[in-house]
């Protein structure tokens, strides 16, 4: 894999002539294809629209006298559950890539829509279709990026594929939804994963810099639900540095505006969603959207093993007090991070709550940054589930 720093010659952004969204724009990719002609509707940051996304896609919407429904979306059921033979390399023990090679095996797709890396460039994405499971195999692991997976979507329309798989985070699934009709398949099947707090490369890259003891020999990393960000290094090394050392002062700007902006982060219109957060730490979090999403994990049944998600702890005080700690850019000396970075992942919350937690921080967060940036979108960007999270506590009047 070659030097890190060579993402300095990855290409620059797209001219935002391009990109009707502006500075908000996620680069999901649609806008580099003839679809951007659907581009007012689909795209997550003109046009939000999720509960009649879900409507069409689960056929209803979610639930808003259930806690679980306004925090998680539509679903049939959630599982904690990890692969009895976990995929070397894979972000987790993949799970994701594993229900796309054997949906390739089995015939139901013809190609699976993912995402390599560049040769030069471990973190610079490239969109692809998978037609083997080599294909799949080699965009294991996250690209920790914005991504634009949708400028795929033409090369769908000339191969005349009519069964396909899309894996991708909210904002490209909702844009994906909004022009499925348009791309003449019979079947389509979503995995989707939870996405939040994602970057340019350059954002990237101040982030390892800023963050890591070694960032040019990073090869993946995850912020845990024991309350830290784990680095995996090249030579299989594991270092770890609690969220509340995190130099946010100094990383504040670096989240791209489209994910300060976001309040999918359970990517909503996926037919099954696999993920980390609502499980204990080391399994990952399988929520079933529909009928579509059972059908893809029913394929694991004897890859891995499951238990019932479970919750503990309560999350609203460190919640509440987090906010004007984010908003001040408090770093905690190291000594302190890590003391309470035990405490918390004591006492903390665990399982479903830690899930709770993580959208109410950021929800928050985003809740504000909306208001203050583009108080015009606040009232038809926000969804109404997210209103209600945010509602549960005190914010800052400006
Ligand atoms: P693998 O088998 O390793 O497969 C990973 C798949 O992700 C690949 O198929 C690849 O095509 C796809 N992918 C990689 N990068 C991107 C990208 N930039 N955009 C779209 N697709 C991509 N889970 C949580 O519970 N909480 C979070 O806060 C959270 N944040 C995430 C942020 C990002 C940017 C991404 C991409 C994922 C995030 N996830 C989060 C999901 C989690 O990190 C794992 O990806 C998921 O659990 C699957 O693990 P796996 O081992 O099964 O995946
Ligand atoms: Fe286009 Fe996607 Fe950017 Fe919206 S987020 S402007 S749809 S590329
Ligand atoms: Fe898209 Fe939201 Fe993820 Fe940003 S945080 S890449 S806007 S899904």
């Known amino acids: 894999m070659a030097a890190i720093d060579s993402h300095k010659k990855a290409k620059a952004l797209k001219?935002?002539?391009?990109?009707?969204?502006?500075?908000?724009?996620?680069?999901?990719?649609?806008?580099?294809?003839?679809?951007?002609?659907y581009v007012k509707d689909a795209c997550a940051f003109l046009t939000q629209h999720i509960a009649e996304l879900e409507e069409e896609t689960h056929d209803r919407s979610r639930n808003l006298d259930s806690e679980d429904e306004w925090y998680f979306g539509v679903h049939q059921s959630m599982t904690a559950a990890r692969k009895t033979e976990p995929i070397a390399g894979a972000q987790w023990t993949g799970i994701v890539s594993s229900i796309a090679i054997e949906m390739l095996n089995r015939g139901m797709v013809e190609g699976v829509v993912c995402?390599?890396?560049?040769?030069?460039?471990?973190?610079?994405?490239?969109?692809?279709?998978?037609?083997?499971?080599?294909e799949i195999l080699a965009a294991r692991v996250n690209k920790p990026t914005l991504s634009p997976n949708l400028s795929v979507l033409e090369q769908i329309e000339q191969s005349g594929m009519k069964r396909l798989l899309v894996i991708g985070v909210g904002c490209q699934i909702q844009a994906l939804r909004t022009v499925e009709k348009q791309l003449g398949l019979e079947k389509l099947y979503v995995l989707g994963t939870p996405c939040v707090d994602n970057v340019t490369r350059a954002?990237?890259?101040?982030?390892?810099?800023?963050?890591?003891?070694?960032?040019?020999?990073?090869?993946?990393y995850e912020f845990m639900q024991d309350f830290r960000v784990h680095?995996?290094?090249?030579?299989?090394?594991?270092?770890?540095?609690?969220?509340?050392?995190?130099?946010?002062?100094?990383?504040?700007?670096?989240?791209?505006?489209?994910?300060?902006?976001?309040?999918?982060?359970?990517?909503?219109l996926a037919d099954l969603v696999v993920g980390y957060m609502g499980a204990p730490f080391g399994w990952q979090w399988l929520v079933v959207r529909n009928d579509r999403g059972q059908e893809m994990l029913d394929l694991m049944q004897d890859q891995i093993e499951t238990k019932p998600v479970m919750s503990q702890g309560d999350r609203k005080e460190a919640v509440q007090q987090s906010i004007p700690a984010y908003d001040k850019g408090v770093t905690l000396p190291m000594w302190a991070?890590?003391?309470?970075?035990?405490?918390?992942?004591?006492?903390?919350?665990?399982?479903?709550?830690?899930?709770?937690?993580?959208?109410?921080?950021?929800?928050?967060?985003?809740?504000?940054?909306?208001?203050?940036?583009?108080?015009?979108?606040?009232?038809?960007?926000?969804?109404?589930?997210?209103?209600?999270?945010?509602?549960?506590?005190?914010?800052?009047?400006?």
């Open 15 to 37: 001219p935002t002539s391009r990109r009707p969204a502006k500075e908000l724009c996620s680069e999901c990719g649609l806008c580099d294809t003839h679809y951007i002609h």
């Open 115 to 134: 995402v390599q890396n560049t040769e030069e460039d471990r973190f610079q994405p490239k969109p692809i279709i998978a037609r083997t499971p080599e």
């Open 203 to 220: 954002g990237l890259q101040k982030f390892l810099d800023t963050t890591s003891r070694s960032p040019s020999t990073v090869v993946s």
């Open 231 to 268: 680095f995996k290094h090249e030579d299989g090394s594991t270092e770890t540095v609690p969220f509340f050392g995190l130099k946010t002062n100094q990383l504040k700007d670096v989240f791209a505006p489209s994910c300060m902006s976001c309040f999918d982060y359970v990517n909503s």
């Open 337 to 398: 991070a890590k003391l309470m970075g035990v405490v918390i992942e004591r006492i903390g919350p665990k399982g479903l709550e830690y899930a709770r937690f993580s959208i109410d921080s950021h929800f928050t967060r985003n809740y504000l940054y909306v208001k203050r940036n583009y108080p015009e979108k606040l009232e038809a960007h926000v969804p109404e589930y997210a209103k209600r999270i945010v509602s549960q506590y005190k914010l800052p009047e400006k």
